[in-house]
């Protein structure tokens, strides 16, 4: 009674498989128009039913109409599954005539065909298909022509309720996995000789608990000379009883991506070779097999789980015995007791597993968000216990379970009914399992023959091995089961997958991602959540207050046009009559009025007035209807005719006093300059001064973003959180797409721990540019602060893939840059060859001949344009751009020889070659690279000698110079700096420290990075911003070991010895780095503080000379003022006058500037200009006492000058 009642199940599901019609159909007899036919289905092992026998003819189709029915039972957890990944096989039979004294009807199998019920599994309710039918071996089909029309039949798949209710769909995935191929097997696998079974296997979740193996068990072993096609069509899992090319799946296809976009190992372009030759030259294991699977919810969150803890998963290879004919039977039963739990094992399948490897397989990027698909090539190691569970956290691996699995698969295919063919037939049938087209039958014959003329010898060496193969995995076993012992287990077999460098192309993908990502839509309305977006300017206003503004503006254009009159009538006499009488101008009113009544344009003046009362009347006074008092109309008309009075004279005093007013004067500094003066007074240390700056810009344009996002960087510098806050949320207020606003924001958010609207800020960054490399980089770092280590990861991957793009695409246009320079060059030498051979020119083949001679670069000239080399160098250590331009240049010129054309050298040099020219790379242009000189890890694809070898063939012209030595290859484009100093560049800008910090330790661990000038250089100037002066000067001096002449570190140096008044030291540093060729990267505040040394050590003259090329650059007050102190102080009144003019015009509240040229007009005897001049300075605050004493004393000197005398 107490008991609770069990969940309800959903009853049954039927599936309805209804074949519709058959066409193009072809019997055995080439001369009957008709071909009786019938259709078998089935799913699995399970016989659905046979249709009718209908009649198929050229015009009319076979109309079969037959519907077959299935089950789709939910208390099986593995039923949808079961659908996702079986076909429904059709086989199309050919029922032939009775003969006399025959009793019962021959049947010819003509072909078949497999229906995918995955779009029942997604949640459709009907489907329909028209699939090809793939003739069988033997049948009449296969002599069809290939202009013929192929043989068709239309399928309809239909339920009544969708398979996958709502909450299915959305709790529950599908997971599609495929295993392509294995390249670069152990040298030890023949594809002559004793042949075996290669299979894959990996763990799936089923539930929360509990994991099934799947399995892929057709692997087959292809020689390097047996190429693939471009477009390699997927292979069933499981195809039943499907034979030929019905094991393929419909419109699936193998992707291809770019090796820069795959997720798994072997990336890099030091790789790229070794996998040019095993996918070209080597043999290789090939599957080609998709898997799909269904996830419930339960199993969805498992997997999730499971790749959180633990980021890698097992993808176990093995190689296996081929199953031995006959045994079929036996195998499903043993395969049905251990299903049933009897543990029984067959003693001759133990130790079957060889070559037991494993590949780790990386499944942290299916959470990143948005992420539904993983695809690359994954290095295989030598599976043990150990090394499993160090990886992956598991116990043990699918070993001798797949093993069983595989062989269960093996021998159904095996099994699978067809013509019988006599003894050869089941290697004809596996063989014919596996391949497509005639080239995979001629294969089969010659492994038939191979096999058999070593039939003996093999069958001896098979025993052998079997036995040898048994005992190293049974020793394997007994090693990795005591985990604790010395010495770690060993799998000798496994370690031939290392030596060799083997790797397995895998996918896994997603119907839907297991992370969402938020849309850019849901974001931007985040950012609005947080900062709501503030117009430009004023909404405008269609009430009283735009009727009045109407009216005022209808008042003042009438008022222009009656003046306008006013004059035309009187112009004369007003030049000439200087008095004039009031009965004159009476009479000129007068004659005014009668010449506008006379005129009409009296009445267009009142209709130009009429609409703006009218809209005062309905806007203001809210009078829309008619008036049924008449004394109410005339209260109203005369309060209406008061008011629009007032109105017309406010307007016209604002009309006429426009011009009586003096103009406003333009502002003698623009935004940029005020930023100048800003950053200046921030170097100095004056912070009120460059806040007073900051704020002019804020006051003279408030809806520019850039000037709230400079005053919040310097209120970050100075640690005002809260006040920079505010200017970064008024920056993307103003613009929502304000890429660096968004960015600091989230920085803010992120020092104030407030995460989540941080996450929402960077996420927004990188919707709103998704191609930055810096939005990618802080969202990387924001993930790391918050330890979200996949996130991060996924951040930086994105950025980095950008950042070699970038570098890709700036070499690119380099290398245009240089053609276009060659043809301008080329073109202009042949005009002038032309006019020197009087109109005749040579072919221009001959006068390319030449260029070809030219000998190669030195190695040390090449080395200089290796990116990886110019890394690791500050910007001062590395090639200048003429010496790059040059070897650019040198190597395109050869690549246009080779090519003839134009167009062909661009393609070869711009383009990335698709995957059906990768054949054209071998090792044998790496190692004529390798003779060069070059770096083979600086290249990106090769370009072997065969290829110029075929150019020959076409007819290029080859010279015996050219043939003897290769030229060398165009490197990959290497980014000049990696993503962390690209962001660690732009946070020192932005004075954001705690993230500065932690860029700097992603640099220190990049293998774009370590520890180089660069790195010290940013180093020293976070330390600076820090106000820690030691650990700056020692930063700066780990740089000089690097790079003795880079200027910025000497300007650094400097102002690390001016800051702990170490006056003699810094003057070195600021003269040397004055002194180099290249200036530093901010030389403003070196030729300041350069300066203010000099005065204070009264070497006048070169202050005078230093301040002055601060003003030729960046003129502002204080270079200026400098310039006005140094002449003052050599006698030079004039000058010193005019540089403290110029100082007081950018700033006339500067002080100093003020008391200098009270100086100067004291000297020069100005007695007002003096007074004027002391006394604004005692007005603005000066505090230099000594320059105070000095005004007094020359005061009294002079007698003047001192209003308080």
């Known amino acids: 009674m107490g008991d609770s009642e069990p969940p309800s199940i959903r009853p049954p599901e039927t599936i309805t498989i209804t074949v519709l019609r058959a066409r193009n159909l072809k019997g055995s007899s080439a001369k009957a128009d008709a071909v009786n036919a019938m259709v078998k289905v089935e799913f699995g092992e399970r016989s659905l039913g046979e249709s009718p026998k209908v009649d198929c003819t050229a015009e009319t189709p076979a109309e079969f109409n037959y519907n077959a029915t299935m089950s789709c039972t939910y208390d099986d957890p593995t039923a949808l599954d079961e659908i996702a990944h079986k076909p429904v096989v059709l086989t199309v039979i050919e029922v032939l005539p009775k003969e006399k004294k025959q009793k019962e009807e021959k049947t010819v199998l003509l072909g078949q065909c497999t229906v995918d019920m995955l779009p029942l599994v997604k949640g459709e309710t009907k489907h329909r298909h028209t699939l090809i039918v793939n003739p069988l071996p033997g049948s009449p089909m296969e002599t069809l022509p290939p202009d013929a029309p192929r043989p068709e039949v239309d399928v309809l798949l239909s339920v009544n309720e969708p398979l996958v209710d709502n909450s299915q769909m959305n709790a529950g995935n599908l997971m599609t996995i495929t295993v392509e191929s294995l390249f670069s097997p152990p040298e030890s696998w023949s594809v002559t000789g004793t042949q075996y079974a290669y299979a894959a296997a990996l763990p799936v979740p089923v539930n929360a608990e509990k994991e099934t193996p799947i399995v892929f068990a057709n692997g087959m072993l292809k020689p390097g000379i047996d190429k693939e096609v471009p ?258 287990p060993v799998n000798l077999e496994g370690q031939q997958y290392v030596d060799s460098k083997s790797y397995i192309m ?320 080329h073109s202009e030498s042949e005009a002038s060859h032309k006019d020197d051979q009087g109109g005749l020119a040579p072919p221009t083949s001959n006068t390319l001949v030449p260029d070809i001679k030219q000998p190669t670069p030195p190695s040390s000239e090449r080395g200089q344009g290796s990116a990886r080399s110019s890394e690791k160098m500050s910007s001062a250590r590395r090639p200048s751009a003429s010496k790059r331009s040059s070897a650019v240049s040198e190597r395109l010129e050869y690549q246009i020889i080779e090519g003839e054309e134009e167009g062909v050298a661009i393609s070869v040099l711009s383009e990335k070659p698709p995957s059906a020219e990768k054949s054209h790379l071998t090792a044998t242009d790496s190692r004529e690279t390798t003779k060069t000189g070059r770096n083979k890890s600086d290249s990106n694809l090769s370009r072997p000698s065969s290829e110029y070898r075929r150019g020959s063939a076409r007819g290029t012209p080859q010279l015996e110079e050219a043939s003897e030595e290769t030229p060398p290859r165009e490197p990959t484009p290497v980014p000049t700096s990696s993503i962390y100093m690209q962001a660690i560049d732009w946070l020192l800008e932005v004075k954001a420290v705690p993230f500065t910090e932690r860029a700097l330790g992603h640099e220190l661990l990049s293998p774009m990075g370590g520890l180089t000038a660069h790195y010290h250089i940013a180093l020293a100037r976070v330390k600076l911003q820090k106000s820690e002066l030691k650990e700056a000067e020692e930063s700066l001096n780990e740089a000089l070991q690097f790079d003795y002449q880079n200027p910025d570190v000497w300007a650094l140096m400097g102002h690390v010895m001016y800051l702990i008044n170490d006056t003699t030291e810094a003057k070195g540093c600021y003269e040397r780095t004055i002194d180099f060729v290249a200036d530093a990267s901010e030389m403003h505040s070196v030729y300041l503080r350069l300066g203010s040394i000099y005065l204070r050590d009264e070497k006048f003259q070169e202050a005078k000379n230093t301040f002055l090329m601060a003003c030729k650059r960046s003129p502002s007050c204080v270079s200026w003022l400098g310039v006005g102190m140094a002449c003052y102080r050599l006698g030079e009144l004039s000058e010193a006058e005019d540089a403290l003019s110029e100082a007081n015009i950018l700033n006339n509240s500067d002080p100093e500037v003020w008391g200098y040229l009270s100086l100067v007009c004291l000297k020069t005897g100005r007695q007002l200009e003096a007074e004027q001049a002391y006394k604004y300075a005692i007005k603005v605050n000066l505090e230099d006492t000594d320059l105070l004493d000095e005004i007094i004393k020359t005061q009294k000197e002079v007698g003047f000058g001192n209003p308080q005398f």
């Open 231 to 488: 477009n390699k069509q997927k292979k069933w899992a499981v195809p039943a009883t499907a034979q030929g090319n019905a094991i393929y799946i419909p419109d699936q296809f193998i992707a291809q991506d770019a090796i820069e976009d795959e997720d798994g190992d072997f990336r890099g372009k030091d790789d790229r070779e070794h996998r040019t030759i095993a996918e070209q030259e080597k043999n290789r294991c090939t599957w080609n097999t998709e898997r799909r699977s269904y996830l419930e919810g339960s199993a969805v969150k498992s997997f999730q789980d499971k790749i959180a803890k633990c980021r890698y998963w097992p993808l176990e290879v093995m190689r296996l015995p081929q199953p031995a004919s006959g045994k079929g039977k036996k195998k499903q039963d043993d395969h049905a007791d251990t299903k049933k739990g009897s543990g029984a094992v067959n003693k001759d399948d133990e130790g079957a597993v060889s070559f037991h490897g494993v590949a780790f397989v990386n499944l942290a990027p299916l959470l990143y968000p948005g992420v539904k698909r993983i695809r690359g090539a994954y290095k295989i190691h030598s599976y043990t216990d150990q090394a499993l569970a160090e990886k992956t956290k598991r116990k043990m691996g699918l070993g001798e379970e797949a093993a069983r699995i595989a062989n269960n698969i093996l021998n159904r295919s095996s099994a699978s009914p067809g013509p019988k063919k006599g003894a050869g037939g089941k290697d004809d049938k596996k063989e014919k399992d596996v391949k497509k087209g005639h080239s995979r039958q001629d294969d089969s014959r010659r492994s038939n023959s191979i096999a058999q003329t070593h039939d003996t010898e093999d069958h001896d060496t098979h025993a052998k091995d079997h036995h040898d193969h048994k005992k190293t995995s049974q020793t394997i076993k007994s090693d990795a089961g005591s985990e604790h012992e010395a010495q770690a």
């Open 506 to 825: 895998f996918e896994i993908r997603l119907e839907k991602p297991l992370i969402p990502k938020r849309p850019p839509e849901e974001l931007a309305r985040r950012v609005a959540e947080y900062i709501p977006p503030r117009p430009l300017f004023p909404k405008r206003t269609d009430g009283a207050q735009r009727a009045v503004e109407d009216f005022h503006t209808q008042v003042s254009s009438v008022a222009g046009l009656v003046l306008d009159e006013f004059r035309d009538m009187f112009g004369d006499e007003l030049r000439t009559d200087e008095n004039i009488t009031q009965e004159a101008m009476e009479s000129r009113r007068q004659k005014l009025i009668y010449e506008l009544n006379a005129s009409g344009k009296y009445f267009a003046f009142k209709e130009q007035l009429k609409h703006s009362v009218v809209k005062i009347v309905r806007e203001k006074y809210l009078k829309t209807t008619n008036f049924e008092d008449r004394q109410e109309l005339q209260t109203f008309l005369s309060e209406l005719y008061v008011y629009l009075i007032d109105q017309m004279h406010e307007s016209l005093t604002k009309t006429l006093a426009l011009e009586d007013q003096a103009p406003v004067p333009a502002p003698l500094t623009d935004s940029a300059q005020l930023k100048h003066f800003a950053r200046e007074a921030e170097v100095n240390g004056n912070f009120e001064l460059a806040t007073k700056y900051y704020q002019e810009r804020i006051a003279r344009d408030r809806n520019d973003p850039s000037h709230w996002f400079d005053y919040g960087t310097f209120c970050l510098y100075i640690n005002d959180i809260t006040k920079a806050e505010e200017c970064f949320k008024e920056t993307v207020a103003i613009d929502q797409k304000h890429l660096h606003g968004l960015l600091l924001y989230g920085v803010v958010c992120t020092l104030q721990e407030k995460h989540e609207a941080a996450e929402t800020f960077f996420e927004a960054a990188t919707c709103v540019q998704p191609k930055s490399i810096l939005a990618w980089t802080m969202l990387g770092l924001f993930y790391d602060a918050v330890q979200n280590e996949i996130g991060a990861e996924m951040a930086y991957i994105e950025a980095n893939k950008l950042n070699q793009q970038a570098a890709v695409n700036m070499a690119r246009a380099l290398r245009e840059e240089e053609l276009a320079k060659q043809r301008v060059e």
